[in-house]
Structures are given as structure tokens and as C-alpha cells.
């Protein structure tokens, strides 16, 4: 079964600066999309970015982008020049063949 | 419509009462996905369906959960006898081409409460 471990229960950064959350994966598929979800307090979840794993140029929306290292199973997010609107959780996910697997979530909290 | 409209928003159940959840998918989308979110924010798979199918149930807590995707009619997801530690939000997602995609797109989540 496939894993996702978030290392990092809470981050807080700086605003206008940047900040890294951590993702791991644990899989033996070799086809699979990797995503990172925001949840804001609404809780509703909103796709912040995705990568697909057969593609080796990492991911990139705006102000996001990833870290994508196959071989080490992990998949980190980084923002830059954060934003008060940028504070939520953040959720790692995994989908391969049957379902998506999230990780156990990031708070993240923007310093004015 | 071009959003996975979820109602209600919340719902207040006494403890042994059943609790029934709705979920409208995009129209075209043939993958529905239920996900129950506990208060300290895990995500837990619930069931998936193809259509009117059901793909993968692996994550249903049989005795009490049930959930149906018929056709022309929202999916639906029901607790018998809900407990205290059914209290969650339950997200409801779809999808248009499959499991394998470019992402689900999310409800805006049922809060169920149960006292």
C-alpha cells in the first residue's frame, strides 16, 4: 500500500519570504501523479499544483513550485515571497492505480 | 455545473440516528470519490464509484456505511446508527477520465456532528 509522510506537523514563515514543506512517498507503482492540496479554514481543498512522475522537469504555478526527486521518493513544495492568503494546511497526496492517498497535513502560518 | 456541490453543509445527528450525505459530481465526470476528514485532519478513503459502479470500497466500514451513485440522481453516502466518532467532515470528489488523472476536483465537504 502506498504511504505519504509529512514531517512537518507545522512551518511558519516570514511574509515575502520563502518557505519549503517536506513530502515522502513510499510506492512500488512506477505510473503515478503527485499533488499538493491547500485547505484553508472554508476547509475546502484546492489544487495548488501537480506533477506527473514519468516527467523529470519539476512542476511550476507562479509563485510554487516543487522539488521532484524520483529515485528518493519525495516531493517537496516551495513558496516564494509568501502571502497572508497562503496560510492553511497543506496536504501532500499520492495517486496511483486505485486511490488518492494524502499525507497528514502541514500548518502553515504566515508572520506579517 | 462545473463545481461538486455537496449538501448539506453540516448536520447534527443524536448518537444511533442515521445520517445521509449528498453528493452531485460534475456533469461528464464518471468517477466519484468519498473521503472522510476526522478533526485532526487525516484523510481517510471511504469508497470510489465508476459511474453507478462501485471500484473500490476498500475503506468503507461495512456494518454501518453504505453509499450509491444511481444514474440521474446526486450520490449519496448513509450511516446507520452513527456513532460519536463519525463526527468529520466528509469530502465527496470526481473526476472525469479515471483514478489515474490530473486531480479530483473537491466538494466543499458535509461537517457531520454527532452528539
Known amino acids: 500500500a502506498q504511504t505519504v509522510t509529512q514531517s512537518q506537523p507545522e512551518m511558519s514563515v516570514q511574509e515575502a519570504e520563502t518557505v519549503t514543506l517536506s513530502c515522502t512517498y513510499d510506492?512500488?507503482?512506477?505510473?503515478?501523479?503527485l499533488f499538493w492540496y491547500k485547505q484553508p479554514p472554508s476547509r475546502q481543498m484546492i489544487l495548488v499544483i501537480r506533477?506527473?512522475?514519468?516527467?523529470?522537469q519539476n512542476a511550476t504555478e507562479n509563485r510554487f513550485s516543487v522539488n521532484f526527486q524520483k529515485a528518493a521518493k519525495s516531493f517537496s513544495l516551495k513558496i516564494s515571497d509568501s502571502q497572508l492568503g497562503d496560510a492553511a494546511m497543506y496536504f501532500c497526496?499520492?495517486?496511483?492505480?486505485?486511490?488518492?492517498?494524502f499525507g497528514q497535513g502541514t500548518r502553515l502560518t504566515i508572520n506579517p | 455545473g462545473e463545481e461538486v456541490a455537496q449538501t448539506p453543509k453540516h448536520l447534527v445527528r443524536g448518537e444511533g440516528q442515521k445520517a445521509k450525505l449528498y453528493c452531485a459530481p460534475i456533469?461528464?465526470?464518471?468517477?466519484v470519490f468519498w473521503y472522510q476528514q476526522v478533526l485532526k485532519n487525516e484523510f481517510k478513503f471511504l469508497i470510489s464509484f465508476q459511474n453507478e459502479n462501485v471500484f473500490d470500497e476498500t475503506g468503507m466500514p461495512k456494518e454501518r456505511f453504505s453509499a450509491k451513485c444511481l444514474p440521474n440522481s446526486p450520490c449519496s453516502l448513509e450511516i446507520q446508527a452513527t456513532k460519536l466518532e463519525d463526527s468529520a467532515v466528509y469530502f465527496c470528489a470526481s473526476s472525469p477520465r479515471g483514478v489515474l488523472t490530473h486531480g479530483y476536483t473537491f466538494g466543499s465537504g458535509t461537517r457531520l456532528t454527532v452528539v
Open positions: 456533469k461528464g465526470h464518471s468517477y
Open positions: 510506492t512500488s507503482e512506477s505510473d503515478y501523479y
Open positions: 506533477q506527473e512522475a514519468y516527467k523529470q
Open positions: 497526496a499520492f495517486q496511483g492505480a486505485q486511490k488518492l492517498v
